[in-house]
């Protein structure tokens, strides 16, 4: 089956600081993926995605790509503000899973002033 | 548009209580997904509508859980007897299509079974 393993926070950074969410694969065929944001109060945004291999997705600074040969989607942001701190998930679509997500954990990120 | 609209926000019932989650999607869209967060773990896939028609329940925990969408329109999902490990948050989604593209989750409800 399909599975997503995220990294594990609590995630806690500086304004301005540089970030990098691990998130890791594995499914059959060619899944697409996601990256979800849970601000504080509100429901699931989400955030970016890619369809296909070497896809980079972006939205908000926030950016990610999709890497086949390391079955990876890491989320990278180059100056994070307190504004970003929010839970974020990992997901993918596809393989045996037709119609649903199957998420990672989640990390939470802190950002301090 | 309006989104999809979930309530209650909170929930907090005791053990052996039963509790109905409702979920109304963004009109016109046909699939409507609920999902699970238990605390501090993934996100998991309940069931799926298509319509009416439940095209996919294999999430679903146990028969403690029962989902309905009358009409196609509003989804109800209801716990009875609640258990402690239902407890988490119960998350609603609808897309026009199946499949991610136009996938849109409303807020949530945070169930306590205490």
């Known amino acids: 089956g399909n599975s997503v393993t995220q990294m594990e926070g609590p995630v806690t950074l500086s304004e301005e600081a540089f970030l990098t969410i691990n998130c890791t694969y594995t499914?059959?065929?060619?899944?697409?993926l996601f990256w979800y944001v849970q601000y504080p109060g509100e429901g699931l945004q989400l955030l970016l995605k890619?369809?296909?291999?070497?896809d980079k997705g972006s939205n908000k600074g926030f950016e990610a790509t999709y890497r086949k040969e390391t079955t990876s989607f890491h989320l990278e942001k180059g100056s994070v503000q307190v504004s970003d701190s929010a839970v974020y998930f990992c997901?993918?679509?596809?393989?045996?899973?037709?119609?649903?997500?199957?998420f990672g954990q989640g990390t939470i990120l802190t950002v301090h002033p | 548009e309006a989104g999809v609209t979930q309530f209650p926000s909170h929930s907090v019932i005791e053990k052996g209580q039963t509790v109905t989650l409702r979920c109304d999607p963004i009109?016109?869209?046909?699939?409507l997904y609920w999902y699970r967060r238990v605390m501090g773990k993934e996100i998991k896939f309940l069931l799926h509508?298509?319509?009416?028609?439940?095209?996919?329940e294999s999430g679903m925990p146990n028969n403690r859980f029962l989902a309905e969408r009358t009409g196609g329109t509003y989804s109800t999902l209801k716990v009875q007897p609640a258990e402690l490990e239902d407890s988490g948050v119960y998350f609603c989604?609808?897309?026009?299509?199946?499949?991610?593209?136009?996938?849109?989750f409303g807020s949530g409800t945070r169930l306590t079974v205490v």
């Open positions: 890619a369809t296909k291999a070497d």
């Open positions: 499914a059959t065929g060619y899944p697409s």
């Open positions: 009109s016109g869209h046909d699939n």
């Open positions: 989604a609808s897309s026009h299509q199946r499949g991610n593209y136009g996938y849109t």
């Open positions: 997901a993918l679509l596809g393989g045996t899973s037709y119609g649903k997500l199957t």
């Open positions: 509508f298509v319509k009416e028609s439940k095209q996919d």
